[in-house]
C-alpha cells in the first residue's frame, strides 16, 4: 500500500512562504505522479500542482502559476510545495495525492487518485 504523509503547513502572513512536504513509499515513489490539491472551508477540492515521475514535467493551475512551484527530491522519497507571495485565499487544507504513472491535468473536484494523504493545514492571515 501507498503511503502519503504530508508536512509543513502552518499560519503565515500575506504575501510570506511556506514549503510543504509530502513523503512517499520509497517502493512506489517512482512509479506515481504526487498532485497537490487544496480544499478550503465551503470550496471544492481544486488540484493545483503535479510532477510526473517519468520525465520530472510538472503542471501548475492558474490559481497558483507563478507563485507556486512543485519539486522532487528523489533520494528522499519526497515531494515539495513551494509557496510564495501567499494569499488569503490560500488558506485551505493540503492534500499530496499519487495517480499511478502520470499527471493528467486539468484536475476539478471529481479527479480519481489511487492515493491520498491526510492533509495539513495552511491558514494565510491578512
Known amino acids: 500500500e501507498v503511503q502519503l504523509v504530508e508536512s509543513g503547513g502552518g499560519l503565515v502572513q500575506v504575501g510570506g512562504s511556506l514549503r510543504l512536504s509530502c513523503v512517499v513509499s520509497?517502493?512506489?515513489?517512482?512509479?506515481?505522479?504526487i498532485v497537490w490539491f487544496r480544499r478550503a472551508p465551503g470550496k471544492e477540492r481544486e488540484g493545483i500542482s503535479c510532477i510526473s515521475p517519468t520525465d520530472g514535467s510538472t503542471y501548475h493551475a492558474d490559481s497558483v502559476k507563478g507563485r507556486f512551484t512543485i519539486s522532487s527530491d528523489n533520494a528522499k522519497n519526497t515531494v515539495y510545495l513551494q509557496m510564495n507571495s501567499l494569499k488569503p485565499e490560500d488558506t485551505a487544507t493540503y492534500y499530496c495525492?499519487?495517480?499511478?504513472?502520470?499527471?493528467?491535468?486539468?484536475?476539478?473536484?471529481?479527479?480519481?487518485?489511487?492515493?491520498w494523504g491526510k492533509g495539513t493545514v495552511v491558514t494565510v492571515s491578512s
Open positions: 520509497p517502493s512506489t515513489f517512482a512509479d506515481y505522479a
Open positions: 495525492a499519487a495517480e499511478y504513472e502520470s499527471c493528467s491535468p486539468p484536475y476539478g473536484p471529481g479527479a480519481i487518485m489511487d492515493y
